[in-house]
């Protein structure tokens, strides 16, 4: 049985766009250089859905999902996130999102900032 790192490199490969891999690995190796003790995995998944990449300590904090837009970050908590780049969207009292269309989108100084603050707030 492939473990978890294996799944969502698989999942990668087969279910995301080039360019959207590309922002994936991006995204991967600065979780990675940010919050070394978050883990990748995968979530869900049934019938005709597939599941998502999630990134987690105790909890998912993170999961990524593609769409013919771009990869979407959905923060856990990050309705409590303070947001000085004014970059995540949603509503609501829980998560908050983040869409990457382009690699233009991606604006490592902002991204590793909310994944320091998702970490943060794992323990709630």
């Keep these: 049985m492939p473990d ?4 969502v490199a698989a999942y990668a490969e087969t279910r995301l766009t080039p360019e959207h891999r590309a922002l994936f690995e991006r995204f991967r190796v600065l979780v990675a250089e940010v919050a ?11 019938g005709g859905y597939p599941g998502v990449p ?3 300590l105790t909890h998912d904090i993170i999961a990524v999902s593609p769409s013919k837009k771009g990869l979407t ?3 856990r908590g990050g309705a409590r996130f303070d947001d000085p780049f004014g970059r995540l969207g949603g ?3 829980a998560s908050r999102t983040l869409l990457l269309r382009r ?3 991606f604006d490592a100084a902002a991204i590793a900032h909310y994944v320091r603050q998702a970490v943060a707030g794992d323990a709630d």
């Design 36 to 46: 070394p003790d978050v883990r990748a995995g995968m979530r869900g998944g049934s």
């Design 54 to 56: 999630v990134f987690r």
């Design 103 to 105: 690699p233009e989108d």
């Design 91 to 93: 509503a609501g009292n």
């Design 4 to 7: 978890a790192a294996d799944a």
């Design 73 to 75: 970050l959905s923060f």
